[in-house]
């Protein structure tokens, strides 16, 4: 790496975490002549299994963080819940893009939403529980139905439990382990969006078209880009996602998750509102549309916003791009969709098809004039 902070072709890009999105990365470093190094619990993980080298460890264990420390150029991650101690001790020894602030900021839904609203983003309203009291007492403001969630680790619906009407609350607290909760007021959205965006070494922005999000059982069932909402709300989406990456002075890929409200207004006119549910401070299921239907793919987009590159163009291909993910048994009819014309096949390298486990998506590009 030169002094500049750019890494050069041939350079190591140190990856925490070895799953499909460190695997999507690898793929699109090797493209640019860029080699991978990940940080992972097992060899035969999804990322290990197609990059140039790997430190088995635990965030832990700080002998195998320096190991990995010194074989690599540069430290990025796939996954948010990095330790701020294994972040920190990583930074002081290579460039960590995005950087441990992102981090601080994301890893926690309090903090970020506080952080949200503290820049003009707009929340959900919102209240920090420690105890069942507290619980008692804002749920009185916050009214019901209300959602009680994690403040930490919570994913794919994991960590959260509706209130309604009659809910026991104390047996929810109970239920989540006692363990610090975010009560949320519930938005009565149109439709779930997401910008995927990136921010280069150099402050450059480019973001991929706003994409409509459909789920099942909580998880990410379906993407489609571009999402069919007003210009302008478009565009109010665009202009949150870039005040956060400036905000947290970004460097890489993100994704940000909203809601979309549609009301009415005094004199009986629609007005559509944007709220930012979460930010994931990486790459995100909802951008891997873009690898096969954008002229650059969210992976190596964030390789080289990390690497100090200019940032590719993320122009759709098409007129319309829809993803699928393959969740547990799904993956099974890989042939039926390896022979469909047109279908852009991906699968991770994962072994067992557990029920509710990501095993691969598939992209199909549609042509202006089809359906
Ligand atoms: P999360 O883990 O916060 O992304 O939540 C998972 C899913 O639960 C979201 O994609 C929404 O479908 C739903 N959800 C979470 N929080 C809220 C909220 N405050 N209001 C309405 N729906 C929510």
Same mark, same amino acid.
């Given at each position: 790496?030169?002094?500049?902070?750019?890494?050069?072709?041939?350079?190591?890009?140190?990856?925490?975490?070895?799953?499909?999105?460190?695997?999507?990365?690898?793929?699109?470093?090797?493209?640019?002549?860029?080699?991978?190094? !990940?940080?992972?619990?097992?060899?035969?993980?999804?990322?290990?299994?197609?990059? $140039?080298?790997?430190?088995?460890?635990?965030?832990?264990?700080?002998?195998?963080?320096?190991?990995?420390?010194?074989?690599?150029?540069?430290?990025?991650?796939?996954?948010?819940?990095?330790?701020?101690?294994?972040?920190?001790?990583?930074?002081?020894?290579?460039?960590?893009?995005?950087?441990?602030?992102?981090?601080?900021?994301?890893?926690?839904?309090?903090?970020?939403?506080?952080?949200?609203?503290?820049?003009?983003?707009?929340?959900?309203?919102?209240?920090?529980?420690?105890?069942?009291?507290?619980?008692?007492?804002?749920?009185?403001?916050?009214?019901?139905?209300?959602?009680?969630?994690?403040?930490?680790?919570?994913?794919?619906?994991?960590?959260?439990?509706?209130?309604?009407?009659?809910?026991?609350?104390? $047996?929810?607290?109970?239920?989540?382990?006692?363990?610090?909760?975010?009560?949320?007021?519930?938005?009565?959205?149109?439709?779930?969006?997401?910008?995927?965006?990136?921010?280069?070494?150099?402050?450059?922005?480019?973001?991929?078209?706003?994409?409509?999000?459909?789920?099942?059982?909580?998880?990410?069932?379906?993407?489609?880009?571009?999402?069919?909402?007003?210009?302008?709300?478009?565009?109010?989406?665009?202009? !949150?996602?870039?005040?956060?990456?400036?905000?947290?002075?970004?460097?890489?890929?993100?994704?940000?998750?909203?809601?979309?409200?549609?009301?009415?207004?005094?004199?009986?006119?629609?007005?559509?509102?944007?709220?930012?549910?979460?930010?994931?401070?990486?790459?995100?299921?909802?951008?891997?549309?873009?690898?096969?239907?954008?002229?650059?793919?969210?992976?190596?987009?964030?390789?080289?916003?990390?690497?100090?590159?200019?940032?590719?163009?993320?122009?759709?291909?098409?007129?319309?791009?829809?993803?699928?993910?393959?969740?547990?048994?799904?993956?099974?009819?890989?042939?039926?969709?390896?022979?469909?014309?047109?279908?852009?096949?991906?699968?991770?390298?994962?072994?067992?098809?557990?029920?509710?486990?990501?095993?691969?998506?598939?992209?199909?590009?549609?042509?202006?004039?089809?359906?």
């Amino acid at each position: 790496m030169k002094p500049d902070g750019v890494l050069q072709p041939g350079d190591t890009i140190g990856v925490l975490g070895g799953g499909q999105l460190g695997r999507m990365m690898a793929l699109a470093a090797a493209r640019l002549g860029l080699k991978t190094h !990940i940080f992972a619990q097992a060899s035969d993980e999804p990322a290990c299994q197609v990059a $140039a080298a790997h430190t088995l460890g635990d965030f832990a264990e700080d002998a195998a963080l320096a190991r990995f420390a010194d074989a690599v150029d540069v430290v990025t991650y796939e996954f948010e819940n990095v330790p701020a101690s294994a972040a920190a001790f990583l930074a002081a020894r290579r460039p960590v893009r995005p950087g441990p602030f992102a981090l601080e900021k994301t890893q926690d839904r309090v903090i970020e939403k506080d952080f949200l609203n503290s820049i003009g983003v707009p929340t959900v309203p919102y209240a920090a529980v420690d105890d069942a009291g507290a619980l008692i007492r804002h749920i009185g403001q916050i009214g019901r139905p209300a959602i009680l969630k994690t403040r930490r680790f919570g994913y794919d619906g994991k960590g959260q439990i509706m209130l309604r009407e009659g809910s026991d609350v104390g $047996a929810a607290f109970r239920a989540l382990g006692q363990t610090p909760c975010i009560l949320e007021g519930v938005a009565q959205f149109e439709r779930e969006i997401s910008v995927v965006a990136a921010r280069g070494l150099d402050g450059s922005f480019a973001a991929y078209d706003v994409c409509e999000n459909l789920h099942e059982n909580h998880i990410l069932s379906e993407t489609r880009a571009p999402a069919e909402i007003a210009p302008q709300t478009a565009a109010a989406a665009m202009d !949150i996602t870039h005040r956060i990456l400036d905000a947290l002075d970004y460097v890489g890929v993100i994704a940000v998750e909203m809601f979309e409200l549609a009301e009415t207004d005094a004199a009986g006119r629609r007005v559509e509102r944007v709220l930012v549910n979460e930010v994931a401070p990486r790459v995100h299921n909802s951008g891997h549309w873009t690898l096969d239907g954008a002229i650059t793919s969210q992976f190596e987009q964030h390789v080289r916003a990390i690497a100090g590159w200019p940032l590719g163009s993320p122009r759709r291909h098409g007129a319309r791009v829809v993803m699928n993910n393959l969740i547990g048994e799904a993956a099974d009819g890989w042939r039926r969709l390896a022979a469909e014309p047109g279908a852009c096949l991906h699968l991770y390298g994962k072994g067992e098809a557990r029920s509710g486990r990501k095993m691969g998506h598939v992209t199909r590009i549609f042509p202006k004039g089809e359906a």
